[in-house]
T-cell receptor
């Protein structure tokens, strides 16, 4: 089976940097993705790491280390609108490539 | 707007009933996914279709079924509904069998 672990909650202040970690157990996967979901809304894609290393997209960066079964999402220059839930997800190599999500991390950005 | 359309947006029904949720994927996307999200929970994978064929299955209950039609839209059928089936049901699509998912706004099901 597969599992992904994320912290349930993270709190930070406006302008700060926050890192949301994701550890996973899977027999093999294509890559690690991150999605953002505002309160009850549709999840939206943020980033994807197929290879080890850092991917940067504006204020957001994502990192993957396959050897450590670990990844993280880094959010810089936090804004109030970044308050949301953030999900890591892996697409498995086997079992049809289904995309499995972690339980999500609720980020609260305070003024 | 992701381009994925789900109907209905809200649905209230009683235990024991049956409902059908509909999803139209983005134009050109061949894969459709269904996810269930209960209150303050993560996204539980139900099932994935690719170009009309079932590709992957999650912990989908036997009371639930789905299909993808030749025009690529998909329907999720939920029967013998129980209180615990109350949740947000998301449909998502992607161009291929892998890759970025585009989610619809979800169908909020309330079972009373």
């Amino acid at each position: 089976g597969q599992s992904l672990e994320q912290p349930s909650e993270v709190t930070a202040v406006e302008g700060a940097i926050v890192q949301i970690n994701c550890t996973y157990q899977t027999s093999g996967f294509y890559g690690l993705s991150w999605y953002q979901q505002h309160d009850g809304g549709a999840p939206t894609f943020l980033s994807y790491n197929a290879l080890d290393g850092l991917e940067e997209t504006g204020r957001f960066s994502s990192f993957l280390s396959r050897s450590d079964s670990y990844g993280y999402l880094l959010l810089q220059e936090l804004q109030m609108k970044d308050s949301a839930s953030y999900f890591c997800a892996v697409r498995e190599l086997n079992q049809g490539g289904k995309l499995i999500f972690g339980q999500g991390t609720e980020l609260s950005v305070k003024p | 707007d992701s381009g994925v359309t789900q109907t209905p947006k809200h649905l209230i029904t009683a235990t024991g009933q049956r409902v059908t949720l509909r999803c139209s994927p983005r134009s050109g996307d061949l894969s459709v996914y269904w996810y269930q999200q209960s209150l303050d929970q993560g996204l539980q994978f139900l099932i994935q279709y690719y170009n009309g064929e079932e590709r992957a299955k999650g912990n989908i209950l036997e009371r639930f079924s789905a299909q993808q039609f030749p025009d690529l839209h998909s329907e999720l059928n939920l029967s013998s509904l129980e209180l615990g089936d109350s949740a947000l049901y998301f449909c998502a699509s992607s161009e291929g069998a892998t890759g970025e998912l585009f989610f619809g706004e979800g169908s909020r099901l309330t079972v009373l």
